[in-house]
């Protein structure tokens, strides 16, 4: 096997042992920062480096569901400002509150330095259902098992549905679950988180 030089633009990085001795792979890549590798969520494109925030994403969705009113979600994110403001407004009449909540679901709420929360890691099977749109289903209709029809639990949706949602007790076990990435689709796998 020959060492050439790398094909321009590679920035010296490839597979190991394509180029340069064995163990030796080159520069990283521009940008990189240490940061987690990932991509592939919305803006970002598949293949980028993405540094992810020390806060985590569930912690600051459960602030935002239980607290969101009082700006305990934008306190625990390190916007103090924001905070101030949506405490004093009681959550902007209850509007901030809903739209913050819209957010915290969909994964798009960021920390106080620009960069997105540490969603929960998939770890069970082949994570094919959004855990986005579980949680957000769970928020805006899970008394009605919408969420546990998005996972393919038909059974546990229609009493779900029947209970609704256990009196709002089954449907804020089921956030928490979904949220700490807990939650499994109907065949065991955990959720996709982007």
């Given at each position: ?19 340069g ?30 540094q ?9 969705f ?19 400002g ?15 509150y ?9 994964g ?9 929360l ?9 994570p ?23 996972l ?29 990435g807990?939650?499994r ?10």
């Open positions: 096997m020959a060492y050439g030089a790398p094909p321009p633009g590679s920035g010296g990085y490839g597979p190991p042992g394509a180029y001795p064995p163990g030796q792979y080159g520069a990283p890549p521009a940008g990189y920062a240490g940061g987690n590798f990932g991509g592939g969520g919305y803006g970002t494109p598949p293949g980028a480096i993405v992810y925030s020390d806060k985590k994403r569930s912690t600051a459960l602030f935002a569901y239980l607290l969101g009113y009082l700006g305990a979600d934008r306190f625990y994110l390190g916007q103090v924001l905070g101030v403001l949506k405490l004093l407004s009681c959550g902007g009449l209850g509007l901030w809903l739209v913050d909540l819209v957010l915290h679901c969909l798009e709420v960021k920390d106080n330095e620009g960069r997105p540490l969603p929960p890691e998939p770890v069970f099977g082949t094919s259902v959004n855990g986005n749109h579980v949680l957000l289903a769970g928020v805006l209709a899970g008394q009605f098992g919408a969420d546990r029809f998005l393919g639990q038909t059974g546990l949706g229609v009493v779900k549905l029947l209970t609704c949602g256990g009196l709002g007790i089954w449907q804020l076990v089921d956030l928490i679950l979904a949220a700490t807990s939650l689709d109907a065949q065991g796998n955990s959720l996709h988180w982007r």
